[in-house]
């Protein structure tokens, strides 16, 4: 019985959008959904998001798994323009795991499941992956985040 896998599933390792346009419209969030996998999708990783933003400052977004090897990051940011990021994809406590957990198979003509899989991957493992993003039609905000440099609205 073999997965039915999509070309991106077949990447070593590819972050949806690295091939697309990567274009975000505030204030939607800038959203990757990542993966990294060989036969099977890899799980149980330490996955990073390293963002650079346009005026150079850098700052590091949480990364949630999903726990059948997908991984999702929502970027903040604070301004317009083009962003970089890095994800780096870690197995520095030998967790991480293939596993077939996430992947839809075609259906048997005998009727019958697929084998689950969960296989240790065995070795210490760094995988970088970076893509440029762009952010169109910020607008800064017009009220601080904290009571003190609230504006106070007329009565």
Partial sequence: MEPN????QRC???PERVFGRNEFVYPNPAEFNVQLQRELPITNMQVVAQVKAPDGS???????????????AQLPYAMGG???????FTNPNLRATFS?????????????????????????FTVTVS???TVTGFQADDHADTVDGATALAE
């Fill in 5 to 8: 896998l999509t070309p991106f």
């Fill in 12 to 14: 070593l390792s590819c």
């Fill in 58 to 72: 850098q700052f590091q977004a949480p990364v949630v798994g999903d726990g059948v090897g997908g991984y999702v």
């Fill in 82 to 88: 083009q962003h970089q990021v890095t994800f780096t």
């Fill in 100 to 124: 077939n957990a996430g992947l839809h198979y075609v259906p048997s003509t005998d009727g019958s499941e697929p084998p689950d899989i969960e296989t240790p991957v065995g070795v210490p």
């Fill in 131 to 133: 893509t440029v993003y």
